[in-house]
């Protein structure tokens, strides 16, 4: 059973370009949660959703931030225009039934 | 307000040894959850032990064991016998469960270092 997968590990983007990252969860799992890691500090709570809802996004940026969870494929992290502030770690977590969470290896955003 | 106090931003260990890593939380919810987690240089989260509100005994997974201490909101995590592999970032975590969102909220983190 493979655990939470991530794409790209890591990607760069120069300032005003999008990044997206993606997220598939573990087989079973409807629910993902994203999270992001500045350097130097703990993960920080983004976003919460269900297959094809969004539950909770009380942690998301008001601006350019959107996450998406369809019915089919993996998990989307989209972030418009970015900016070098946005530089950090986004970790996805899947769980069955809104319980245990299992995290993803991460990917690391660098904005030049 | 801080949920989840982490004091001790670096710890150092001497190998074989045992180590505390202190965590205090805040909560108001009667049920919850505390987690521990390790981040190794190569950055992924690595879970290693939960504790839950109501469990009556302190959590046990190996060389980690949890110190629950309810009524002074503190969960602290005790490695045993350090290994240069223990040599990590690790993060308290909490998830308040009346949010039934399972949403976790991370501490800021310890840094240990095993030394040789």
């Known amino acids: 059973n493979a655990g939470v997968m991530q794409n790209p590990r890591h990607l760069v983007r120069r300032r005003g370009q999008e990044a997206r990252l993606r997220c598939s969860p573990m087989?079973?799992?409807?629910?993902v949660y994203w999270y992001r890691q500045l350097p130097e500090e703990g993960l920080k709570f983004m976003v919460y959703?269900?297959?094809?809802?969004?539950?909770?996004e009380s942690g998301m940026p008001k601006e350019r931030f959107s996450a998406e969870f369809p019915k089919e494929g993996p998990s989307i992290l989209r972030i418009q225009q970015v900016v070098r502030g946005d530089s950090a770690a986004y970790f996805c977590?899947?769980?069955?039934?809104?319980?245990?969470?299992?995290f993803g290896p991460g990917t690391r955003l660098t904005v030049t | 307000a801080q949920k989840i106090t982490q004091t001790q931003p670096g710890m150092f260990v001497q190998e074989k040894e045992a180590v505390t890593l202190d965590c205090t939380y805040d909560?108001?919810?009667?049920?919850?959850?505390l987690f521990w987690y390790k981040q190794p240089s190569s950055g992924e989260m690595i879970f290693l032990i939960y504790q839950g509100s109501y469990d009556q005994q302190n959590a046990t997974e190996g060389r980690y064991s949890l110190n629950f201490q309810k009524a002074r909101k503190s969960a602290n995590l005790v490695i045993s016998a350090s290994q240069l592999g223990d040599s990590a970032m690790y993060f308290c975590?909490?998830?308040?469960?009346?949010?039934?969102?399972?949403?976790?909220?991370f501490g800021p983190g310890t840094s240990l270092s095993v030394i040789p």
């Open positions: 087989k079973g799992h409807s629910h």
């Open positions: 959703l269900q297959k094809e809802n969004i539950i909770d």
């Open positions: 909560t108001s919810d009667p049920s919850y959850g």
């Open positions: 977590a899947s769980s069955p039934f809104g319980s245990e969470q299992y």
């Open positions: 975590a909490m998830r308040e469960d009346r949010t039934s969102y399972d949403k976790v909220i």
